[in-house]
């Protein structure tokens, strides 16, 4: 017998490399069908939009909170001038225009507040 694999030590070997392919295209599949229908019926733009950060060109940055009976600090990064807390309520809380950032932050104050608009360091 030569040194090369023999027919039936390379048809395991290649049941494994099958199943392995097919557990990883599952997956891309799966994670592609999350996101496709947004894609197929959203403009470009709005393909991003969704619940916290979101920067659109063309328009303000913004937070989207998406629960629905919470309010929520957020922490506001502005290019050039710095961090502040901001408390925003169920929906779209339009940013400065020179946000980079906003992110919810459960370490300030617990993480809820009790008036959208109220602002803290």
């Given at each position: 017998?030569?040194?090369?694999m023999s027919f039936a030590t390379r048809r395991p070997r290649r049941r494994?490399?099958?199943?392995?392919?097919?557990?990883?295209?599952?997956?891309a599949l799966t994670c592609a069908g999350v996101t496709a229908p947004a894609?197929a019926s959203a403009p470009a733009a709005v393909q991003l939009a969704g619940?916290?950060?979101?920067?659109?060109?063309?328009?303000?940055?913004?937070?989207?909170?998406?629960?629905?009976?919470?309010?929520?600090?957020?922490?506001?990064?502005?290019?050039?001038?710095?961090?502040?807390?901001?408390?925003?309520?169920?929906?779209?809380?339009?940013?400065?225009?020179?946000?980079?950032?906003?992110?919810?932050?459960?370490?300030?104050?617990?993480?809820?507040?009790?008036?959208?608009?109220?602002?803290?360091?």
């Amino acid at each position: 017998m030569s040194n090369d694999m023999s027919f039936a030590t390379r048809r395991p070997r290649r049941r494994r490399l099958g199943a392995l392919a097919g557990v990883v295209l599952a997956g891309a599949l799966t994670c592609a069908g999350v996101t496709a229908p947004a894609r197929a019926s959203a403009p470009a733009a709005v393909q991003l939009a969704g619940c916290g950060w979101n920067n659109p060109s063309g328009e303000h940055p913004y937070y989207e909170h998406c629960a629905t009976n919470t309010n929520v600090w957020i922490q506001v990064t502005r290019w050039a001038r710095g961090k502040y807390h901001r408390c925003v309520g169920p929906g779209r809380t339009v940013l400065d225009f020179d946000a980079t950032g906003a992110w919810y932050d459960s370490t300030y104050q617990g993480g809820l507040c009790a008036h959208p608009g109220d602002t803290g360091p």
